[in-house]
């Protein structure tokens, strides 16, 4: 980024973050949807008994570490977290233009919605 940052600028830049994030999830998931489905779309689905949802789902280093390993579901909960990075991206990267435009009010309304985003998905992480 360079000094001279304007409104055009980071308007187009957030625009490519969020365009970029939301195609890079939606492929992330339909890859693995469709992996899931060449390898477990013919096995039985039980209703009848409720099965947790595993811990390789829901850690962030185990599903990085279970996607090397292709497993379907967790490619598919790499695709879902890329999509919630996405918003949190984009309120990053605004918040740096803000501060190359040398805005102190808009700095400091988007690093109090960065603060509340990154609080609500520590307090949703601390629950599970």
């Known amino acids: ?59 962030i280093p185990r599903i990085v570490a279970a996607v090397f390993t292709l497993r379907a579901r967790s490619i598919i909960q790499l695709g879902i977290l890329l999509l919630i990075a996405t918003p949190i991206a984009r309120v990053v990267l605004s918040l740096v233009g803000f501060a190359f435009e040398r805005d102190r009010k808009y700095v400091v309304v988007t690093a109090i919605v960065l603060a509340v985003l990154l609080l609500s998905l520590i307090a949703g992480a601390l629950q599970a």
């Not at 304007?6 to 939301?22: F, H, K, N, Y």
């Not at 469709?34 to 829901?58: I, T």
């Open 1 to 59: 980024m360079s000094a001279r940052m304007t409104d055009a600028t980071l308007e187009r830049m957030v625009s490519v973050i969020l365009r970029t994030g939301t195609l890079l999830s939606g492929a992330v998931v339909l890859a693995g949807g469709v992996y899931y489905l060449v390898h477990h779309g013919a096995e039985p689905a039980s209703y009848h008994v409720f099965e947790a949802q595993p811990a390789v789902d829901r850690m």
